[in-house]
């Protein structure tokens, strides 16, 4: 599913983002305990598009923390 890319058209904003890395192992393998976070800033205002690599989950959680606007956002 990662990267996810954050994009606007009218304004030419192509952000590329990633996942932490999960860094509790077990054994060879990493744990899985943390769930994916995809942090990226955005001028509101705008209408956003946002594209992932792979599948996404079935249950996303979209946020944003600002005091003034708001943002389109299309998956």
């Known amino acids: 599913m990662q990267p996810v890319t ?3 058209e009218e ?3 192509s952000n590329v983002l990633n996942s932490f890395m999960d860094h509790v192992w077990d054994g060879f393998y990493t744990g899985r305990v943390r769930e994916s976070t995809f942090p990226g800033l955005i001028v509101t205002g705008h209408d956003y598009d946002v594209a ?3 599948t996404p989950f079935k ?5 944003i923390r600002g005091g003034n606007g708001g943002a389109k956002i299309t998956v």
């Open 59 to 63: 249950n996303m959680i979209y946020t």
């Open 6 to 8: 954050i994009s606007n």
């Open 52 to 54: 992932y690599t792979g």
């Open 11 to 13: 304004t030419g904003v």
